[in-house]
């Protein structure tokens, strides 16, 4: 009897051995509770099937629009508080995005925190893939990186590339945006060139430079066109109908997030724009 009573309590806890690493790993998805404070970020953590996981974002994580997460404010005027309010045990963030400030509160906090280095370019978004993939524990990610070169792939070669300007707009104020900016990426994932090559970021649109760069079309974001007042205040704008883009009425737009995010629907973007020049040229 106490034979067998002893077999029984050895077979139970060879049991519970088993079953111990998989009630851990189960026990930390269920509580893993990730703040995002970057677009392509959370878009790639949704995109890994996480996005339930994410209890707080930064207001520029706009995609998918299903996010249960808190919206924090804008990263680079974001304080510790908010981020505190909502409990994580993961905070992830662009190396771009980060104020000194808020990184010194960050550690403060001894929170886990990961930056993803984030490059504009389709190489750049595979690796955010895999960084951020790594960062929350997810293994199978090459299928996103997959669906990005198949998209690039469609991509109908444009023989004469067309000069793009980037407009980003809010009300009355029109900002350009010159080189090393996800806007510049893009245009030239898609088959154009970007207008502007004399200088970094962005700078205000003036009348002369505008006349000066002739651009063949003008990009903007859905939401900047908008409130701008529409494509018949943007031909309003003093030069642009001196351009090509003006007289052809050559204005784009794209939602924001798909331009700049620069995560899994990178190939999706590059097509519509790709699209976009090839049909408003013809």
Do not use: W
């Amino acid at each position: 009897m106490k034979k067998i009573s002893l077999l029984f309590l050895t077979v139970l806890l060879i049991i519970s051995c088993k079953n111990k690493p998989a009630e851990k790993e189960a026990t930390a998805k269920e509580t893993l509770k990730i703040v995002s404070l970057n677009g392509a970020i959370t878009e790639t953590i949704a995109a890994l099937g996480k996005g339930d996981n994410i209890v707080g974002r930064d207001v520029t994580s706009s995609f998918p629009d299903n996010l249960k997460a808190k919206d924090l404010g804008h990263v680079r005027s974001l304080t510790i508080e908010p981020i505190l309010e909502v409990s994580p045990n993961l905070i992830l963030a662009s190396n771009k995005d980060v104020n000194p400030d808020l990184n010194a509160k960050i550690e403060a906090s001894k929170i886990k925190t990961q930056f993803i280095n984030q490059t504009f370019s389709v190489v750049g978004a595979k690796k955010l893939i895999e960084n951020v993939a790594n960062a929350i524990g997810v293994e199978n990610y090459t299928s996103l990186q997959e669906n990005i070169t198949k998209d690039i792939a469609k991509l109908t070669p444009i023989e004469k590339k067309p000069k793009v300007l980037f407009i980003y707009a809010r009300g009355q104020m029109l900002m350009v945006a010159g080189t090393n900016t996800p806007m510049e990426a893009l245009i030239n994932i898609a088959g154009g060139e970007n207008a502007i090559t004399e200088f970094e970021n962005f700078k205000p649109l003036t009348p002369e430079s505008l006349i000066e760069i002739n651009p063949d079309a003008i990009l903007m974001f859905n939401s900047g066109l908008k409130s701008a007042g529409g494509i018949d205040a943007m031909l309003q704008v003093s030069g642009m109908l001196q351009t090509q883009a003006g007289k052809n009425k050559r204005i784009l737009t794209m939602d924001g997030g798909l331009i700049s995010n620069f995560g899994p629907r990178i190939g999706k973007a590059a097509l519509e724009l790709n699209k976009l020049l090839i049909e408003s040229a013809q």
